[in-house]
């Protein structure tokens, strides 16, 4: 079954903008400020980022926190962006809540302010937001690996290697979208960790990289060496818990699930590493994004959100080489040709 990157037609229609509209122009200055420049997810959605710049006449400096979770330097980053004169700011914040006052003194100086990817906490303190619904992004790995499971689910053991202690967050969307779609009961789903079910052996945090997977996986096989269903935030961190999981020979009997859907990533599920990706498109995410600044700075133009949503909603498809009934997916050949976005 195939299925269409979710919003990502919409998104063309609605936000692709002309290249020779600002053909010519001044000189728009733009920042990207992004949580690590290590992570490939980042890391792609720099160049394109770049790209666009570059095909726009967009000055365009790049800031990145030293690890996932590094606040302060985010902070500073916006600080300097302010004092550089930059019409508009793209961010995936590491800290979604504490990050707005520093969001709200750019938006106070003029400048138009995206998060990319991960929403702030509230959404509106930005003011527009380009993602992948990421909540869908987990609820299609919860349906895939449920189904994969079959009659088994009922008894599974659940490892939960989610992103980082903050709460609410991207990982959070993607986690509790996991577990619904598994068919687990939500406490609150703007948190994870107050679920009751007795399937969750517990929930470890990696920081989104490998070693980060590693030591998490360690953590919970510590809690139950027979741990059989493994949900990560991303695909460093399901590679770390393979790795894990191949320390002790168990790398062939527990089913690993992930997001992003990078090309690593698919390619880890045509090794047999990883089960069943979401793929989200970083690439798209930080082009519009630029678009959507220089048309700020042309005319005061701001994006609209998907119509139905609060976001603006850049697509997602479930990759696998093991497609079941009644959840859609496209495979490795078509994920390796979409990765990144």
Not at 271 to 290: E, F, H, K
Not at 299 to 328: H, R, W
């Amino acid at each position: 079954m195939k299925k269409l990157m979710t919003g990502t037609a919409i998104g063309l229609v609605s936000m692709t903008l002309a290249g020779a509209a600002f053909a010519g122009s001044q000189s728009v200055a733009a920042c990207l400020i992004t949580k690590t420049d290590t992570n490939p997810f980042f890391v792609k959605m720099r160049e394109g980022a770049k790209a666009k710049a570059d095909e726009l006449g967009v000055s365009l400096k790049t800031y990145a926190g030293k690890v996932d979770g590094d606040h302060e330097t985010q902070v500073a980053a916006i600080e300097t962006c302010i004092a550089d004169g930059a019409k508009g700011i793209l961010i995936t914040a590491s800290d979604t809540s504490s990050i707005v006052s520093a969001v709200t003194q750019a938006r106070d100086a003029g400048l138009l302010v995206i998060a990319l990817d991960t929403p702030l906490e509230p959404i509106d303190a930005a003011d527009a937001t380009f993602a992948t619904d990421n909540f869908l992004a987990g609820e299609l790995i919860g349906q895939w690996a449920a189904a994969k499971m079959g009659a088994a689910a009922a008894d599974a053991k659940i490892g939960m290697l989610d992103l980082a202690v903050s709460q609410p967050t991207v990982g959070v969307l993607r986690d509790q979208g996991f577990l619904q779609g598994f068919g687990i009961d939500l406490g609150d789903p703007a948190k994870w960790g107050d679920e009751t079910d007795s399937r969750i052996v517990g929930h470890d945090i990696t920081a989104g990289n490998e070693e980060g997977g590693r030591k998490a996986m360690e953590n919970l096989l510590a809690k139950d060496p027979m741990i059989n269903m493994v949900y990560t935030i991303n695909e460093p961190s399901a590679s770390g818990a393979y790795e894990a999981l191949k320390a002790i020979g168990r790398e062939n009997d527990v089913l690993i699930v992930s997001v992003d859907g990078g090309c690593p990533g698919v390619k880890d599920i045509a090794d047999g590493v990883i089960g069943a990706t979401a793929q989200q498109y970083p690439l798209l995410m930080a082009s519009l994004g630029i678009e959507a600044i220089a048309a700020w700075a042309k005319d005061g133009t701001k994006p609209e959100p998907t119509p139905g949503k609060t976001f603006f909603d850049t697509g997602v498809s479930l990759v696998t080489d093991q497609p079941v009934d009644g959840v859609e997916s496209i495979d490795v050949a078509e994920g390796t040709a979409r990765c990144w976005g």
